[in-house]
C-alpha cells in the first residue's frame, strides 16, 4: 500500500508555471507507475500525465504536450508535475495517482491509489 501527499498547487497568472509535487510513503514506491489528473468542479477526472517505474516512459494528454512535463525521483519517493504556460482552463484540482499493476496510464482505473489533491488555480 502507499500513500500519496500532493504539494505545489496555488494561484498563478496566466503564462506563468507551478511545479507540482507527490510524495509517496513506504520503500515501493519504485514498483508504481505514476500518474496526474485532475477534475474541476461537476466534471469528469481527466488523465493529465503519466511516468513509468523506471521515469524512462512518459505520457500526456494533448492539452498537456510541450507545456507539461512529469519526472519522478525514486530515491526521494516523489514524482513532479512541472506546468509552464498556464491557461486558465488549467484550473482544476490536480491527483496523483498509483498503478501498481502497470495497466494503460490514461486510464483512471489503472490507478488503485490516489492523493487528496491539490488546487490550481489560473487567472487571466
Known amino acids: 500500500q502507499v500513500q500519496l501527499v500532493e504539494s505545489g498547487g496555488g494561484l498563478v497568472q496566466a503564462g506563468g508555471s507551478l511545479r507540482l509535487s507527490c510524495s509517496a510513503s513506504g520503500r515501493t514506491f519504485s514498483r508504481f507507475n505514476m500518474g496526474w489528473f485532475r477534475q474541476a468542479p461537476g466534471k469528469e477526472r481527466e488523465f493529465v500525465a503519466g511516468?513509468?517505474?523506471?521515469?524512462?516512459?512518459?505520457y500526456y494528454a494533448d492539452f498537456a504536450k510541450g507545456r507539461f512535463t512529469i519526472s519522478r525521483d525514486n530515491a526521494k519517493n516523489t514524482v513532479y508535475l512541472q506546468m509552464n504556460s498556464l491557461k486558465t482552463e488549467d484550473t482544476d484540482v490536480y491527483y496523483c495517482?498509483?498503478?501498481?499493476?502497470?495497466?494503460?496510464?490514461?486510464?483512471?482505473?489503472?490507478?488503485?491509489?490516489w492523493g487528496q489533491g491539490t488546487q490550481v488555480k489560473v487567472s487571466a
Open positions: 511516468v513509468s517505474r523506471s521515469g524512462d516512459g512518459t
Open positions: 495517482a498509483a498503478d501498481p499493476i502497470g495497466g494503460t496510464a490514461y486510464r483512471e482505473r489503472s490507478y488503485d491509489y
